[in-house]
């Protein structure tokens, strides 16, 4: 099979968002199941080796400078959104966790995209975002983990009953 530059696309795409995909994984489930701990970190290196041979693929053909700088924002960013993804998916699970990495994955991300575009920050706009994160944390551990604490088994979780 010749690699045309469609085949060469579709790979960049994968490694960024399956690298994605496996840091969000790897994110949650460090948090949400009692094993696996050294299986998950393995699994979050190499999503964020694939997404960054995936961005870094992506700004050579852009022509992008690719530096230190560059690599820890679209690492950051990476990892946010694995954050943001993961704790969406298993909030009710570990609604305290879901809330640690949703009000990091908040922040961390707004930041590092605002960077990534080089498009200037307003202290008053970061400010908002940290008081959302900030909300939600505080909303998940205190209301919503008490209500999972007090009657709900965790249905639909990838724990065993």
Not at 99 to 108: F, K
Request: hydrophobic share 50%; charged share 10%; aromatic share 12%.
């Amino acid at each position: 099979m010749k690699i045309t530059q469609e085949n060469k696309n579709y790979l960049v795409y994968i490694a960024k968002y399956l690298g994605v995909a496996l840091i969000s994984g790897s994110a949650v489930h460090i948090g949400t199941l009692q094993n696996g701990v050294f299986r998950y970190v393995i699994l979050m290196i190499i999503g964020i080796v694939l997404m960054m041979l995936g961005n870094i693929s992506e700004a050579r053909q852009s022509g992008v400078k690719i530096n230190a700088n560059f690599l820890i924002i679209i690492t950051s960013l990476s990892l946010a959104t694995g954050f943001l993804s993961g704790g969406v998916q298993h909030y009710l699970d570990n609604p305290m966790y879901a809330g640690y990495l949703l009000g990091i994955g908040a922040v961390v991300t707004y930041i590092t995209f605002f960077l990534k575009d080089k498009i200037a920050l307003k202290t008053k706009d970061i400010f908002i975002v940290v008081c959302i994160a900030l909300s939600i944390f505080f909303f998940s551990s205190l209301i919503v983990n008490k209500y999972i604490e007090i009657g709900h088994t965790g249905a639909g979780s990838h724990h065993a009953e």
